[in-house]
């Protein structure tokens, strides 16, 4: 196994599975930014680029977000490639549902930089619109109704 995606697979044992928010400090750089996970966590320091981007500390904020959501998750990969510093990796996340305890699950690709052992930029790309409509929280079906151009309001 490469140590990059060693590396992926801790971080997603230890902060995910394991809910340990310690992880993130040790293993995602002060100064390192992750792209792709909403405009709604931004720090109010960080100004607008063309990606939104969260740092270890709005990391925390989405990390906590889940895990009010979300219990026994699991994040599997399926495929990786690494060149130089860079791996990318295709996932699937399983979890349950804490309301109900029901699965759920949603694919995502993720593509950091790790220099020494830590994550210093990721570009996550995950299918959260399936995720939030198995949580029930946007009515099912909503990627149909919104390809056919109908609103869901």
């Known amino acids: 196994m490469s140590s990059h995606l060693k590396i992926w697979e801790t971080w997603c044992r230890r902060v995910w599975k394991e809910q340990d928010e310690s992880a993130i400090d040790e293993m995602f750089i002060t100064e390192g930014m992750a792209r792709g996970l909403g405009p709604h966590l931004r720090l109010a320091t960080d100004r607008f680029q063309e990606h939104e981007r969260i740092g270890p500390a709005g990391f925390k904020v989405f990390h906590k977000c889940f895990l009010a959501l979300m219990?026994?998750?699991?994040?599997?990969?399926?495929?990786?490639?690494?060149?130089?510093?860079?791996?990318?990796?295709?996932?699937?996340?399983?979890?349950?549902?804490?309301?109900?305890?029901?699965?759920?699950?949603?694919?995502?690709?993720?593509?950091?930089?790790?220099?020494?052992?830590?994550?210093?930029?990721?570009?996550?790309?995950?299918?959260?619109?399936?995720?939030?409509?198995?949580?029930?929280?946007?009515?099912?079906?909503?990627?149909?109704?919104?390809?056919?151009?109908?609103?869901?309001?």
């Open 71 to 153: 219990n026994d998750i699991d994040i599997q990969v399926t495929h990786s490639m690494e060149a130089g510093d860079w791996i990318s990796a295709l996932c699937v996340f399983h979890a349950k549902k804490n309301d109900t305890n029901e699965q759920v699950k949603m694919t995502g690709t993720v593509f950091l930089k790790i220099v020494d052992d830590k994550i210093v930029e990721a570009y996550n790309h995950w299918d959260f619109f399936s995720l939030f409509e198995q949580l029930g929280l946007i009515p099912e079906e909503s990627f149909e109704r919104c390809l056919a151009g109908e609103s869901i309001v």
